[in-house]
């Protein structure tokens, strides 16, 4: 069964603070692993795509791994701000245009 | 101003009726997609169009109709055969449909059935 899984399932962290969210995915084929953050009653914002080649890719203080073998993928946050409490969605897409959604990881940053 | 809009942002429906979910964008993408979200779930895809008059159905489409006779729109239309449509509604666009390109998000419809 093509699923999406995430842990937690909620995370509380000091502001200033790393932390790391999970997902594993049983999608096959695969093509691509996309992580989203959701505000509270807000659309998803993309943060990276990674291929099958990729293993890393950052975008600021995001950066998101790959392990295709495993079919792990990370989402590592480096001191965290207040502004990055919402839900974070990890997405495979399943060629030709399936896309297989997380049920997402709600992060909540306290000052 | 690019991006991609929805409207109502909050929307009531009694028992029975039909209503009509916009979405509009201006990003001059191809695709176009519809997505439902309810509380811990995933989205679930109801209906996307790789182009203009031409859509095909999600995973979750019965209750729904959808049309694509513009290139920026894609209403949305929840009839009274869906059984639970109280729901977050999440409307998407895309350049294209290739495997890298990007899902862009309007602000959501929440509906709620009364």
């Known amino acids: 069964k093509n699923q999406v899984e995430q842990s937690p399932q909620s995370l509380i962290i000091l502001e200033g603070k790393n932390c790391t969210l999970q997902?594993?995915?049983?999608?096959?084929?695969?093509?691509?692993l996309r992580w989203y953050k959701q505000d509270t009653g807000r659309g998803p914002v993309s943060l990276t795509i990674?291929?099958?080649?990729?293993n890393t890719k950052s975008n600021g203080r995001y950066t998101a791994t790959l392990d295709a073998d495993t079919k792990q993928s990370s989402l590592h946050i480096t001191a965290s701000q207040l502004s990055d409490s919402a839900s974070y969605i990890c997405?495979?897409?399943?060629?030709?245009?399936?896309?297989?959604f997380g049920t997402g990881t709600r992060l909540k940053v306290l000052a | 101003d690019g991006g991609i809009t929805q409207s109502p942002k909050y929307l009531f429906r009694k028992e029975g009726q039909n209503v009509t979910l916009s979405c509009e964008q201006n990003?001059?993408?191809?695709?176009m997609y519809w997505y439902r979200q309810d509380p811990g779930q995933g989205l679930r895809l109801i209906y996307y169009?790789?182009?203009?008059?031409?859509?095909q159905k999600g995973d979750i489409a019965e209750g729904y109709s959808v049309s694509r006779e513009k290139k920026e729109s894609f209403p949305l239309t929840v009839t009274s055969a869906q059984k639970n449509p109280t729901a977050f509604y999440l409307c998407?666009?895309?350049?294209?449909?290739?495997?890298?390109?990007?899902?862009?998000f309007g602000p959501g419809t929440r509906l709620t059935v009364l």
């Open positions: 998407a666009s895309s350049i294209g449909d290739r495997d890298t390109d990007t899902q862009y």
């Open positions: 990674m291929t099958f080649s990729e």
């Open positions: 990003l001059n993408h191809d695709a």
């Open positions: 169009s790789q182009i203009v008059n031409d859509f």
């Open positions: 997405v495979v897409r399943r060629p030709p245009y399936k896309y297989i």
């Open positions: 997902c594993n995915y049983t999608v096959s084929p695969f093509s691509n």
